[in-house]
């Protein structure tokens, strides 16, 4: 850099100079100071774009909640002079919150009794037998050892009458040749599965509870069982979901297995979850999951993936939309802002009457919102669209474009307009890659987005889990065709 600077003159050197020689100084100089300009020109779009990249976060990018960096003064701040004189709001339900009693457990397991021992006045413990007043308080507690040890011990007898030799039957909840019963083993496909807890934690939950000592084999042992048990209501699951449905909800996620990405895909709608483990982020593992054309209507975000796939149709995600035109606020750019708010205006105006419609149902109203917003929608894009720059330009000829994919829930509420369903189910498999770290074969990879499908669509169905887990364990073990199904019913 220091080379191409203009080397240094004084007044006497350079009256000594020819006029040749002076002409001949300015215009070297000229050419450093043309190059300087230009490489100011690029430290300053570099300057913008790095401000614009630290300033991204989860309501302006495709960044998680997660990534979000809070940023905190150092030097406290006084309140705005319109805040001060306005009283904080105390923790805890407002005023006019409509609260929720809880209205006891709804069972009782066992009752104690507890009668006076003696008069605190005349110190007798003589008492009628018939109390004056019974007051009742129902506890949830746990009890010395949640974790009993049992031993069975079967019997072979002689029929009397035939003679024949029978053996009783083994109780259905423990399975012979495995030292944990069903039920256990079920909590702990849980506590490894939903509850992210590693090994060792299961193994000091376990001393805890029942001060038993279970060894990390047993305890791998126990979550490949459960892996194999499930696998078949898993596979029901996947084919049933490639018939159709009303709508679906399409989303991905990077996946580490031995250092190398791989994509775990989710599919997804209010009653069920079905995650995939996947090499690629490509059509063909959507082809593979939904069949290579789908009927019916699929939401998504604009990977562009999604863009050409075949299906009756799409919903493109508004709150990814949204985000971009954040984005685009903050982006330098003759008229950015300004269409950035103005499109985020407009699609926050969608959000809320959609709301109100999914609260109220109230159709008549909504359609004639619906064609006022359409024609409001349409002449502020003929407004922008010419006049504005290349990343704004992008995103508004794709609302042009596309109009058809963003705004479908316009005519079709059942709908909703955004990707929430799939985003969602994501949370809990990405927690669960953020403890683990990922996996460390492309077959544990596989069986992990088994176990997730089973505890999301549990979930979602508003079942047990662990009795999933369970009745998956009796079944694999009697060999029966009576599995537990996975499929919603509509």
């Known amino acids: 850099m220091n080379q191409n600077l203009p080397q240094e003159l004084d007044r006497e050197s350079l009256n000594q100079l020819s006029k040749e020689q002076l002409v001949e100084i300015i215009l070297e100089q ?57 009283p904080k709001k105390k923790p805890g339900g407002q005023l006019g919150h409509q609260g929720k009693t809880r209205k006891g457990f709804g069972s009782v397991d066992r009752y104690e009794i507890l009668r006076p021992l003696n008069c605190d006045y005349c110190g007798q413990k ?20 949640p974790i009993e040890i049992v031993e069975y011990q079967r019997h072979t007898c002689i029929c009397e009458c035939c003679g024949n030799l029978q053996a009783a039957q083994w109780p ?43 060894g990390l084999g047993t305890l791998v042992a126990t979550n490949e069982r459960i892996t194999g048990a ?18 679906i909800h399409v989303d991905e996620t990077p996946w580490s297995v031995k250092g190398v990405k791989e994509w775990l895909w989710v599919v997804a709608n209010s009653d069920f979850c079905l995650f995939t483990a ?4 490509s059509r063909a593992e959507l082809e593979t999951i939904l069949g290579a054309k789908y009927t019916g209507v699929l939401s998504s975000d604009d990977f562009s993936v999604y863009n050409g796939y075949q299906a009756v149709a799409q919903q493109k995600c508004l ?32 959000f809320r009457h959609y709301a109100l419609w999914f609260e109220t149902l109230d159709c008549a109203s909504y359609n004639d919102w619906v064609n006022q917003f359409k024609s409001k929608l349409q002449q502020t894009l003929d407004c922008w669209i010419d006049l504005a720059g290349a990343t ?99």
């Open 30 to 86: 000229n050419k450093v100071i043309r190059e300087l300009q230009k490489t100011i020109l690029q430290l300053q779009q570099e300057v913008e774009r790095l401000k614009v990249s630290r300033d991204l976060d989860s309501s302006n990018s495709s960044k998680p909640p997660s990534q979000d960096i809070h940023k905190k003064s150092e030097n406290k701040k006084a309140p705005p002079q319109e805040e001060s004189n306005q």
């Open 126 to 145: 003589a008492f009628a037998t018939v109390a004056v007043k019974v007051e009742k308080h129902s506890v949830a507690q746990l009890v010395e050892r």
């Open 172 to 214: 259905q909840h423990i399975i012979p040749g495995q030292d944990l019963g069903v039920k256990l083993q079920a909590f702990l496909g849980w506590a490894n599965n939903y509850a992210h807890m590693p090994y060792e934690k299961q193994q000091e939950m376990l001393w805890e509870l029942g001060q038993i000592d279970i």
């Open 230 to 247: 499930i696998k078949p209501s898993v596979i029901e699951l996947s084919s049933w979901v490639k018939q159709t449905q009303p709508n």
């Open 278 to 281: 996947a090499d690629t982020r």
């Open 319 to 350: 709150a990814h939309l949204r985000r971009h035109f954040k984005k685009l606020i903050q982006l330098p750019g003759l008229h950015n802002q300004a269409i950035g708010e103005t499109f985020v205006n407009l699609i926050d105006e969608a």
């Open 392 to 490: 704004a330009g992008k995103l508004l000829r794709s609302l042009r474009d596309k109009a058809h994919q963003w705004w479908y829930f316009l005519d079709y509420p059942e709908v909703p307009p955004d990707n929430n369903q799939a985003e969602r189910s994501l949370r809990l498999a990405v927690t669960k890659r953020k403890v683990s770290g990922g996996s460390r074969s492309m077959e544990r990879f596989k069986n992990t987005a088994n176990l997730l499908t089973v505890v999301q669509t549990c979930r979602r169905q508003g079942r047990s889990v662990i009795d999933f887990f369970a009745q998956a364990l009796i079944a694999d073990s009697n060999n029966t065709q009576s599995r537990p199904s996975l499929l919603p019913q509509y």
